[in-house]
């Protein structure tokens, strides 16, 4: 690790990535009430995961997923609701999730509070911490401007093996944008190096996703339970106040003059069509997801992704 990474892995936590507010999240997700269903351990190294098609025990039933068995389908939950579910059911194994991170340049950007790539590495961190407080291993993969890959670990060390990557990825210089990995070649990539995975957190704004996305994301489900966690400025989730705003893009400084509320909805619309782009897809393929700005306190989006209601007090 070159000197320059080393100063700047304890970043200010807005512009820059913190290792130590990363590291002190631990204390937050120890208080959080698990879910049973979700994550439950059973003896050491193994817990409880949602698994089906294996004749295991029947947990639980869910809202069909593109790429679910249609033979576990339960008829008389889907007969009652009108829409399709699946059963699931446990098996004991040790859980494995694999974090996929966007680290593009559309994530060096925020108006309130910090980068949505600071705010993407806080809620990575929260996912890793959850993880292994729930007996997984975790393992997180950068694609983007970084192009990184950190095993699997479990335990206290594999979380904090996955801060460290954090901060360290987020203080690389910044390559050529047209070398950047796109979602749909991430998404191929994470399929060949699951390792096992039986959950993916996906963590981006998607401006990277293209056309094949879609197809990516279904490949991968028949692999791992996938989850979106879309990331997004306050300008890109809603109408921004009349008046100037300064931009600052590839070096270079501009302001945006918004008056009328045609120009700020135009603006908006531009400005939020990744994080639209990939919430509208998540939702037409049933996957688990959420929305997340540069404000809010990623924990909160992270158990609710993974099944908790609440934290204790």
Known sequence: MSAVVQARMDGDGRSQVSLAELIALRARVGRVRMAPLLSRAVRSGQQSSRLYGRGMDYAESRVYQAGDDVRRLDWRLTARSGKLHTKLFQEDREGCLLILLDTHASMRFGTQVRFKSVQAARAAACAA????????????????????????????????????????????????????????????????????????????????????VRQRLLDLTRHAAVSVLVVADALELALAPPGRYPLEHAGERSEVLLQSERQRREFQRALGAGPARLAELAQSLNLRWSR???????????????GVARTAR
Request: overall charge negative; glycine content about 12%; charged content about 20%.
């Open 129 to 212: 911490w959850y993880a292994v407080r729930a007996g997984e291993r975790v393992g997180v993969m950068a694609f983007g401007h970084a192009e990184q890959l950190l095993r699997p670990q479990g335990g206290p060390r594999g979380a904090l093996a996955v801060c460290g990557a954090l901060a360290e990825w987020d203080a690389l210089p910044t390559p050529d944008p047209d070398k950047a990995e796109s979602l749909t070649d991430a998404l191929t990539r994470a399929g060949r190096v699951l390792h096992g995975a039986s959950r993916v957190l996906l963590i981006s704004d998607g401006f990277s996703g293209d056309a094949s």
């Open 292 to 306: 997340i700005d540069t404000v809010a306190d990623p924990l909160t989006s992270i158990t609710g992704l993974f």
